[in-house]
């Protein structure tokens, strides 16, 4: 019989990278890569909960994508346009909500609309949540942040500190997750990844099926975290 895995992260966090050079390989364009991660990215989310994560964020949209042609970017605000009209009720039908983390203002106003509407509409008592980074950079995060901070004109504490940034309502990733074989952070969650297991694999996003997540998630549970201490 399969071993059950015990240890299982609470929060996962994914840079989802290599779409484009999957498409490449296929001589296709790099939106049929991005449409081929999202398709990946809702098999994860589904086996994130069915293995017992509770969190799961996804770095679908970086602050530094925006400068990317308009074509690729218009691609992305079409899945974008798609997940928030038909997959998310898939989500919310199993009881999970949809959140999203970065600076959404930069967007187009229907998708910005559509985002909205998707998290306001999400379960109120969902035990499972889909964390979206849309046009997120770690540093504008952390500058909000201190901004935030000044403005109320008195220092403050860590805690205080985690409770201004976009995922104030949130533990911080147990592990973050980084495909396409890259070894870095590219501005993904820098302050709230101070004690985050890190898992780098070659494989390309699209291709980062059900098995290669539970290899990440028994990864981690062998780890042993001491955040510090002996
Ligand atoms: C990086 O691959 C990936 C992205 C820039 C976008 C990730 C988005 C998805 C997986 C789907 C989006 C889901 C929603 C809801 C919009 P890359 O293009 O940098 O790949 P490369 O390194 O091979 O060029």
Known sequence: MKQQIINVPRHVAVIM????????????????GHAAGMNAMIAMARKAKAMGITYL???????????R?????????????KYFTKNVKDLYA??????????ITALPEDVQKLIKEGVENSPKDA?????LALNYGARAEIVRMVNAAISRGERISEEQASAL?????????DLIIRTGGEIRLSNFLL???????????????????????????????RRNRRFGKV
């Open 17 to 32: 990278d290599g779409n484009g050079r999957w498409a490449k390989k296929r001589l296709m364009p790099r939106t049929f």
């Open 165 to 173: 940034l976009d995922t104030a309502d949130m533990p911080d990733p």
């Open 94 to 103: 199993e009881g999970a909500a949809v959140r999203v983390i970065g600076d």
């Open 191 to 221: 302050w709230q990844a101070a004690y985050a297991e890190l898992y780098f694999t070659d494989v390309l996003f699209p291709d980062f099926d059900e098995k290669e997540f539970e290899k990440a998630i028994d990864d981690y549970s």
């Open 57 to 67: 964020t996804v770095y679908a949209l970086s602050t530094e994508n925006l400068a």
């Open 127 to 131: 035990q499972f949540f889909v964390i």
């Open 69 to 81: 042609p308009k074509e690729e970017l218009e691609g992305l605000y079409s899945l974008i346009r």
